[in-house]
């Protein structure tokens, strides 16, 4: 079915590219074959063409998702590398989603859990996210750029382990094992390069009774003090009864500073 030869086309909203070596006809009949998660998509897309012809960015997305979806099968996953240990990461998520027991499966649900990170030489922006529970890697991390239906990296299992995918980078690997050792630091570097803050995005502004940006205030440490008590972590603004209570259910050793 496909063509001799490949073209690219141009999402003309954003730019993006794909290089498809079908026609549109070709394309446009694997598109319709299309099932799962994107059909809801898929169908809207079908109903659109009954009554006008395709956009540009409409036609775009039928030879994106029939190359998607028709592409030879890659292996899962890349053998697991033992090039470190990721154990913390996943501590960060499982204590976040314990935060709050009575919100445990609200935000289990939203999988609002991301943290955001950008490597320092190219600056190549991906995010650690929780699978959800639908997930044949439910309880993992995913590591993409975040973006819907983009580059997959790889993935962190509850153990710690890495099994990467082709479009990972060193960069990358060597930015998680550092966030894994110092995430303080990195979540400090993210903040004070972005102004915003890894974990939820957000603007870092300092709360209420800081004092300015004096050592120890969000907009210093990089991060806010809601995130910090979210995922383990130490700030200036934890009152010591809050630290107390994380050592006493999680333990000394898992805390973060």
Do not use: C, H, V
């Given at each position: 079915m496909p063509t001799l030869e490949m073209m690219t086309l141009t999402n003309p909203k954003n730019g993006q590219t794909v290089e498809t070596p079908y026609t549109d006809a070709q394309a446009f009949e694997l598109f319709s074959q299309i099932q799962g998660r994107d059909r809801s998509f898929v169908q809207s897309i079908l109903d659109a063409s009954t009554r006008k012809p395709l956009s540009p960015g409409q036609l775009f997305w039928v030879h994106k998702l029939a190359v998607q979806h028709n592409k030879p099968a890659e292996p899962d996953d890349q053998a697991v590398q033992h090039i470190g240990d990721f154990t913390r990461l996943t501590r960060m998520f499982h204590f976040a989603v314990h935060y709050r027991p009575e919100r445990e499966e609200q935000v289990r649900k939203a999988r609002k859990l991301r943290i955001l990170l950008e490597t320092p030489l190219t600056g190549t922006c991906f995010q650690l996210s929780l699978a959800g529970d639908n997930s044949?890697?439910?309880?993992?991390?995913?590591?993409?750029?975040?973006?819907?239906?983009?580059?997959?990296?790889?993935?962190?299992?509850?153990?710690?382990?890495?099994?990467?995918?082709?479009?990972?980078?060193?960069?990358?690997?060597?930015?998680?094992?550092?966030?894994?050792?110092?995430p303080i630091e990195v979540a400090r570097q993210y903040g004070h390069k972005t102004g915003r803050c890894c974990f939820c995005g957000r603007k870092v502004k300092d709360e209420a009774g800081d004092a300015g940006t004096q050592k120890g205030s969000s907009v210093e440490q990089g991060f806010g003090l809601v995130c910090a008590r979210r995922y383990g972590m130490y700030h200036t603004n934890l009152r010591p009864l809050e630290k107390e209570e994380y050592w006493a259910r999680e333990g000394r050793e898992a805390w973060m500073e």
């Open positions: 044949k890697y439910a309880g993992q991390l995913m590591i993409s750029d975040g973006n819907y239906n983009g580059t997959w990296y790889g993935r962190i299992n509850k153990d710690g382990n890495l099994f990467p995918r082709p479009a990972i980078t060193q960069e990358i690997t060597d930015l998680l094992l550092l966030f894994a050792q110092n």
